[in-house]
Structures are given as structure tokens and as C-alpha cells.
């Protein structure tokens, strides 16, 4: 067990729900050791709020190994904090120095709003996805497996895009708060795949309209949403809906002129 | 209460196909007059959720995640069992039937498992056609890579990520129902009941995370798919969040829980390293496939750095004692081994509980990049959690919580002892028996979801007079009522501890009574314990803040008053259940090697708890398990 000692001050946004304006609140003396994550950190100093009958300081993790997409929170300025491809649950005290000042907030977005301090709400998300993120194929209905053959390039490319976990980090540090990286990601998993074909201007007509209503703002090629993605997801997939998107504009036919529906 | 399974009976080739076929059917034009509430949105509850909606059900989906996406399912590193067969390498149906009744030590029901390893080819066609990213070979084809328990290449993956992208593919299957309007979704809010009426389950009330609101939802069938319990033991390698307390009111209900005590210790997992700890991460079993577990010969060594120590004087223990399987003998059997080298003062790095993982010949034979495409994710979160190099290190492992193979007790139609209560994936008893083989849990949960549930609820429906009810009945309005109450019995508990500090008092005594190795002192001492431990917990728990609002406090609160009512529920199981199966390693009954010893003559049965109300002992019901068609024996991966 280590006894290397390390103790920070924080500086958190708290904020009581969605209506409060929030401020950020001053934590001295807060203990911490190398070998903690940061969010071990943040559950010693919930203890002792609660050991002095404080509120302690809401935040979202759940699975603790970078994979589940629940965690995230400004550390210093920067989403996920100061090491390159690591969630916030995955970056550890190590990274930090005894006597540093740590300002922690959550992700600012006009899609993401505040629920309680460091918690967001981004099922904009959820309904970015609904709106196309998907191949159609009905429980049953699909056939052998290896009839659908994947030159392993292809299949690479989509597993590349599909490690995309939803965190929103690529939000949060974006200056025009877009979700483009996110989109991308996902219309580029689905159209990298023979499977994926016959919705590939559909689904990313629909992702990236949803995109604009959920009011996520539009990409000028920054390039902070890579920068920042604990998964790293490439800059390149934007290119690739962009591309995509051309393509499907160019080619769009009006379908509610199609019917099935027979005699 | 006479357990009945309604399993079918005859040629195990076919039982499932002609029980499928005896089935009700529910026309295409009543589904959607029919409510199914479904809780859960892992592989299991997401899978079944968007299967319903694509019937034409009207589904109501529930998560106490900020999105269906987030499920622990996700975690699931390795992969997913399957028997195509595609390696040619002799595998069928038959034999991972096989191999996974004898991998659960010859303690779950032959139909059911013959089921699943049927509908395994299935579940990897659903998820090829859904663009699942599964490793491909260079011609297109899938891969396949070899997981414990199994002397064929069976497990199909997508690098270290499986869980992910199988259960993206099913979040994103509900998504399209979702948008279809056949599935409403209500993330970020939390099961605290069933309400039962007549008998049937017909409802659930559930609290909204975000203002604390308390609401019903009435509908026709209760699915519940809310994972397993490991997180009794606070460090485990679950999610923060995930919890029993789902399937615990349901017992509390009258829902028979079976086999309690037998849960999965995973022997690859990055040890503990100190007490603020606040969750353990495994390490794949996959890496079990190239790595080399050792400890030093000598206890003299345990401090040297692991390139100091010769060839010579390294204990490759598995390979040792386990020619046939190696490396990749069962989760069980490698805990068991990693703990008795420990228990001889040969384990390695801080308090002597770790075992090297030594990836050194694989990466001389396949070089670094070979490594790193098949686990590149893997070694990072290793490096990330340790801040040592795994390419230069040897990893440092040991035996961690990982899986329950116990839960709510179902028969073959995942139904449990409440009619129209069924229960799927981890959070039911069904088909591990007292081990489950890696690469299983995803296939459990697909399948189930997938191809189970549809027919069977299909089924209930059809043949149940199902009478129509509101909010104003007055069991609804009761069991609200109850929930209102343990709300406000919690935030007004106005005690010193904070709600964790009890979870993990609970979690040490549990690991150590009931862990890796049980005996019956212990076991009465820790039910002694825990029960203490449960006092003083309602008197001197303290939750800051109010019910009506965002409390993560309370959340947990609650969950750890369920944790601790199941926890001595476990340990009289273990108590009771006087042999060794599985995980399940009662130290008064093992071989003279030190294996698992099993008595079945005396307990080849499921034991299924009831619920004789708060405070009294819980009455066991026997459900006998036969087997027609592998026979037991002594398990042997030697």
C-alpha cells in the first residue's frame, strides 16, 4: 500500500439543480495519494461532506475503466483532464502534484444543461442515435453470419469509429459546442460495413439533422473534440460524413412519393 | 410451493424447437393492446426491450443510467461464445453444451443450457447483420479466439471492446424502436417495486433520479433485467451503480432467489492498492490465451523485480498442475490457484496479493504489434490504473468479484415464482450453474433477450386473464405507499456514517466468509456480523439532502439496505449448501489436491430461498436437477 501523500485544493462548480445560477466553491486541504483515481479523490472529499452533514458533490461515473461513456467533467479547462486518451474515471492522481489547485466543472454545452453540479443531461445523445444510428434488421431476419464477407480494412475502420463510448467530451471542448465527432463516429462505423448500405444517406440525413435541432453548433475544424476523445477518435470520420452527407443531399429523392403499401 | 421448471423432456436435440412450437401466440393486432415493462437496458433488457417493440408490443423500458448505452454489459471485455464451428476445429452445439455444463460443475438444468448453446449461432448472425464490428479474418470472414474452459476456438470478438459493441448494437436496435414510438424509455430512473395484483406482477414504482418524483407504471408483464449482485462485496468489477435492489423487492414479493452463494471470483483482475479503493478492473481472460501466470519458487524471491528472477525459479503453477488447459483453465479453478500460491507466501507486489501475468514469450513470438492489436486496450487501462508498462512489466493479477451466477429463481421460460414476473441475462439463477464459462454472460444475455423472452412472454399473455386496473387499486396505492416510506425512513435516518463507509464494513465481511473459500465458522460469524452491522446501520446512517431531489446519497442508501439483506441470505445458502461446486469452495469438502469436492449424492439440487418476511429465516425450496445426458463427474482440466 502506498503512503505517498498528496493533498490539492479544488475549486467545483456547484449548482442545486437546473434553475440555480451555480458558483465555484473552494475545497482546501483535500487528501489524496498517487495510486487514487481522481475520481477516488472526489468520493474522500464526498465522505467528509457528509461527515460534516454537507451536500456532497454530485457527479456521473458508473463503470470506473474508461468504457461506459458516464463520467466526464472539466479538469483545469480541458474535458477528461490533462492525459491524452483517458476518461476521467481512468486518470489518476499521478498526473497531479502535491499543492496543485484543480478547477473542476462540469461539460458547458447549450445541449448538455446542467441537472446538479457536475451532472449533465445529454440525451441529445440518445436522440441524435434514434434518429438513424442504427442498421434495420429485425430480431430473426438475419442470415448466416459469414455470408456477409468484411475485408478486415473495412471492419478496422468501423471498430476504430465505433469505440466512440458518448461521453460528450468532444462537446464540452469544442468552442461551437458541435457534436459532430460523435455523429461522425457513428455514420461512420454503420457506413463503413457492407451492412450498413442501404441506410447510408438516410442515416446520416437524419443523424445530422437531429444534430441541429438538439442545437449542438456546427464544426470549423478545431480539432479540440480529438484532442480531447478518450477513445481517439479520429478528426478523419468528420471528413468522411461530411462526405457522405454531400452525397446523400446530391442524391436524395423525394420518398413519400414511394408507397408499399399494395392494393 | 412446488417448484415446477417446465422444462420439456425427450431428445435434448429438439426441446426447444417443439417447445417453441407448443407456444401461444399472441396476434399481430392484440400486441399492441398488451404493456410490457421492462427494467434493465443491458444485453438482456435491451435486446428483449426492442425485440417486444419490433412484435409490436407497447414497451416501457427503465434505467437508472443517464442513457440505455451504459449498461455494465458494456464492460464485458473478452467476447462471446458461439458454435459455428468456423475453426473446423470440431466444435457443435453438443459440445458447448458440454463444456458448459461441466464448466458449472454439473449444477444448472440440461435444457436450458442446451438452449443457449443453440441459439449462440444465432445471436453472432443477429449481431453480424446489425453491424457488430466483430475481428475479422483478412478474406472477410469472422474470427475466433480460445477462452478458459474450452479446448476449441469458439469466443467471437471485437478487440478488447465485446460488450460494447454488442450491447451498442442492441441500444441502437432499441433506439430504432424507440423512434418507431414502440418503446418509451425512462433513463435515469430507478425500480424500487413490483406491485403485484392477484397474484401477478402487473406494475412497478420507480423514483426519477432527477427530482426524486415517485411514479407507477402499470402494464400486463414485468421484465426484469437488472444484473447480478457482485457489488455485495462494494470491490468488485462492477459498475458503481449496479445493484440488487430490483431483484430484492421482487423477492421481498414472493420471488423465490436461487442459489445465492454462488458467485464468480475472476482471477485476472489488478489488485487492490489501498482503502480509499473504490472499484476493482479486470483484466480480460482473453489475455489468458497469451500470457503466462507465475509466482517466484521460493517465497525468498517475492520482492525481486520479476526480470531478476530466472527461468528457472518461476512457478508456472497452472501449467504446472493443469497440462491439458494451461493457462486457460476455468475462472474457478485459476482464483483458487492464485490463492493457495498467495496463501503460501508467494504472492508478489503490496501484502503478498498478486500473481504475475507475463506477456514476455508472446511478445518474442508475435512481437508488440501483434500484442497490441489484440489487447492495445486493455495494457492502457493497465498502465492507466497502475502507471506501469505491461510491454516491459509482467502485469500483477489477482481473484476479484466478477459475476453471480445466482439469481431469481426461473423456469425454462424465464419465468419466476410470481406469474408474469420473468427475469433474464445475469439477474436470474438459469444457466451457469455454480461457474460460468468466460464468453457466456454475453451469450446469456442475447439469448435470452433475443430469441427466449419473445416466445415465451408471447405465451403468458395469451393464456393469462389479465383483468384491467389503475392507479386507484388499492394494492397499487400500498405498495407506493411502502416505497414513500422507505424513503423517508432513510433520509431521515439522522445518524454519523456516510452510506458507503457501511458498504464496505459489509463487503470485507462477505469476501472474507464468503469469498473465495467458505467454511462454517465463518459463515456463522458473518451472518452474526452482518445482521449487527444491518442495526446499526438504520440507526446510524446519514444522508444529507431530501428526497425530492438529485441525492446519490440516497440512491446508494438505499441499494446498500438491499446489499445487506442478501448478503446474509448468501451466507446461509453457503452455509447450508455443505459441498464444493464451482465458485462455490466450502474448505471442509475438497480432494486431497485441494479441488472442489461435490456431494451429489446430497445436493444436486437448485436451492431456491422464499421470503418469510423481515427478520425471519428464509424457508429453501429444492428443485432436483437430473442429468439425462452428460454425467457428472469429477471436473478434471488436468
Known amino acids: ?263 | 410451493m412446488e417448484l415446477r421448471s417446465n422444462a420439456p423432456s425427450g431428445p435434448i436435440e429438439t426441446r426447444w424447437q417443439r417447445h417453441r412450437s407448443d407456444r401461444k401466440l399472441v396476434n399481430p393486432a392484440n400486441k399492441r393492446r398488451y404493456t410490457i415493462l421492462c427494467v434493465g437496458t443491458g444485453l438482456a433488457g435491451a435486446s428483449a426491450s426492442a425485440t417486444f417493440g419490433e412484435l409490436g408490443y407497447n414497451v416501457r423500458t427503465f434505467c437508472f443510467q443517464d442513457s440505455p448505452r451504459r449498461a455494465h454489459s458494456i464492460a464485458a471485455q473478452g467476447g462471446i461464445n458461439a458454435a459455428k464451428n468456423y475453426q473446423n476445429d470440431g466444435d457443435s452445439v453438443w459440445r458447448l453444451f458440454y463444456d458448459t455444463i461441466k464448466g458449472g460443475d454439473f449444477r444448472a438444468r440440461e435444457s436450458n443450457v442446451h438452449r443457449l448453446a443453440e441459439l449462440s449461432v444465432n445471436i453472432i448472425d443477429q449481431c453480424a447483420a446489425q453491424g457488430v464490428p466483430f475481428a475479422r479474418e483478412y478474406g472477410g470472414q469472422l474470427a475466433n479466439r480460445s477462452f478458459g474452459g474450452a479446448q476449441v476456438s469458439r469466443t467471437f470478438y471485437a478487440r478488447g471492446q465485446t460488450g460494447q459493441q454488442l450491447l451498442l448494437g442492441a441500444y441502437q436496435a432499441l433506439a430504432r424502436q424507440i423512434a418507431a414510438g414502440t418503446v418509451r424509455m425512462w433513463p435515469r430512473t430507478e425500480m424500487l417495486d413490483v406491485i403485484l395484483v392477484d397474484g401477478k406482477a402487473r406494475g412497478i414504482v420507480v423514483r426519477d433520479l432527477v427530482t426524486g418524483a415517485i411514479e407507477t407504471h402499470l402494464g400486463d408483464a414485468v421484465v426484469l433485467a437488472t444484473g447480478g449482485y457482485g457489488n455485495v462485496y462494494y470491490l468488485s468489477t462492477n459498475a458503481k451503480g449496479c445493484n440488487a435492489t430490483a431483484i430484492w423487492r421482487a423477492h421481498r414479493r414472493g420471488a423465490l432467489f436461487a442459489n445465492p452463494c454462488f458467485t464468480q471470483i475472476h482471477p485476472t483482475c489488478i489488485p487492490v492498492s489501498g482503502d480509499y479503493q473504490s472499484k476493482l478492473t479486470l483484466m480480460s481472460e482473453s489475455l489468458r490465451n497469451d500470457g503466462r501466470v507465475w509466482v517466484p519458487k521460493r517465497k525468498e524471491d517475492v520482492s525481486k523485480a520479476p526480470n531478476e528472477i530466472p527461468e528457472e525459479d518461476r512457478d508456472y503453477y497452472l501449467e504446472r498442475r493443469y497440462p491439458a488447459f494451461g493457462n486457460l483453465v476455468p475462472r474457478d479453478i485459476a482464483s483458487r490457484a492464485a490463492k493457495a500460491v498467495c496463501d503460501e507466501g508467494r504472492g508478489v507486489g503490496p501484502g503478498g496479493r498478486g500473481v504475475y501475468l507475463d506477456f514476455a514469450d508472446a511478445i518474442r513470438r508475435l512481437g508488440q504489434r501483434g500484442i497490441e492489436e489484440r489487447y492495445g486496450n486493455l495494457f492502457q487501462m493497465y498502465e492507466r490504473i497502475t502507471g506501469e508498462d505491461p510491454y516491459r512489466v509482467p502485469m500483477r493479477i489477482y481473484p476479484a468479484i466478477h459475476y453471480t451466477m445466482g439469481g431469481l429463481w426461473v423456469d425454462y421460460d424465464l419465468m419466476s415464482t410470481i406469474d408474469g414476473l420473468f427475469v433474464l441475462g445475469e439477474a436470474n439463477f438459469s444457466d451457469h450453474g455454480a461457474n460460468r464459462l468466460g464468453a457466456s454472460a454475453l451469450m446469456q444475455g442475447l439469448a435470452d433477450g433475443y430469441f427466449v423472452i419473445p416466445y415465451t412472454i408471447g405465451h403468458y399473455l395469451a393464456g393469462t386473464n389479465i383483468q384491467k386496473i389503475d392507479e386507484r387499486h388499492p394494492e397499487v396505492r400500498k405498495v407506493e405507499e411502502d416505497v414513500r416510506e422507505r424513503v423517508r425512513r432513510l433520509v431521515s435516518a439522522n445518524g454519523k456514517r456516510s452510506p458507503d463507509s457501511f458498504h464496505r464494513e459489509l463487503g470485507l465481511i462477505v469476501w472474507n466468509h464468503c469469498g473465495m473459500a467458505r467454511n462454517e465458522g465463518g459463515l456463522r460469524d458473518a451472518i452474526g456480523k452482518i445482521r449487527a452491522l444491518r442495526e446499526e446501520y438504520w440507526r446510524d446512517v446519514r444522508i444529507p439532502g431530501s428526497g425530492e431531489e438529485l441525492n446519490q446519497a440516497l440512491e446508494k442508501a438505499g441499494r446498500i439496505a438491499d446489499f445487506f439483506e442478501l448478503a446474509e441470505l448468501m451466507c446461509i445458502d453457503a452455509l447450508e449448501r455443505a459441498e464444493s461446486c464451482g465458485g462455490h469452495f466450502r474448505e471442509e469438502y475438497q480432494t486431497p489436491e485441494g479441488e472442489a469436492l461435490r456431494r451429489d449424492d446430497l445436493y444436486t439440487y437448485v436451492s431456491a430461498w422464499e421470503f418469510t418476511g423481515a427478520g425471519n429465516e428464509p424457508r429453501l425450496h429444492k428443485e432436483p436437477l437430473t442429468f439425462e445426458f452428460v454425467h457428472p463427474s469429477q471436473r478434471s482440466y488436468k
Open chain 1, 1 to 263: 500500500m502506498s503512503t505517498e501523500s498528496m493533498r490539492v485544493t479544488l475549486r467545483v462548480w456547484r449548482q442545486k439543480d437546473a434553475r440555480d445560477a451555480g458558483r465555484l466553491v473552494r475545497y482546501d486541504d483535500v487528501e489524496a495519494n498517487p495510486h487514487m483515481s481522481f475520481l477516488e479523490m472526489l468520493d474522500v472529499l464526498n465522505e467528509r461532506l457528509i461527515a460534516r452533514g454537507e451536500d456532497p458533490i454530485a457527479f456521473d461515473s458508473d463503470c470506473r475503466e474508461g468504457i461506459c461513456g458516464t463520467c466526464g467533467v472539466m479538469i483545469n479547462g480541458i474535458a477528461h483532464g490533462p492525459q491524452r486518451a483517458t476518461a476521467t474515471c481512468q486518470l489518476h492522481m499521478r498526473q497531479f502534484r502535491d499543492g496543485d489547485q484543480i478547477t473542476i466543472e462540469p461539460w458547458r454545452a447549450r445541449a448538455f444543461p446542467v441537472i446538479k453540479d457536475l451532472v449533465v443531461d445529454r440525451s441529445a445523445f440518445d436522440r441524435v442515435i434514434e434518429a438513424g444510428g442504427f442498421i434495420s434488421v429485425r430480431t430473426g431476419s438475419a442470415a448466416e453470419a459469414n455470408t456477409i464477407l468484411v475485408p478486415k480494412p473495412s471492419s478496422d475502420q468501423a471498430m476504430d469509429a465505433a469505440a466512440c463510448i458518448g461521453c460528450g467530451a468532444c462537446v464540452a471542448a469544442c468552442p461551437n459546442a458541435s457534436a459532430s465527432l460523435f455523429v461522425a463516429a457513428k455514420v461512420s462505423h454503420l457506413g463503413a460495413l457492407p451492412q450498413g448500405q442501404p441506410e447510408r444517406s438516410q442515416r446520416v440525413r437524419g443523424m445530422v439533422a437531429q444534430m441541429d435541432a438538439e442545437l449542438f453548433g456546427s464544426c470549423t475544424n478545431h480539432g479540440e473534440c480529438e484532442a480531447v476523445c478518450p477513445k481517439e477518435i479520429s478528426l478523419d470520420f468528420i471528413a468522411r460524413m461530411n462526405r457522405d452527407l454531400v452525397w446523400a443531399m446530391l442524391t436524395a429523392k423525394d420518398e413519400s412519393a414511394k408507397s408499399d403499401g399494395g392494393a
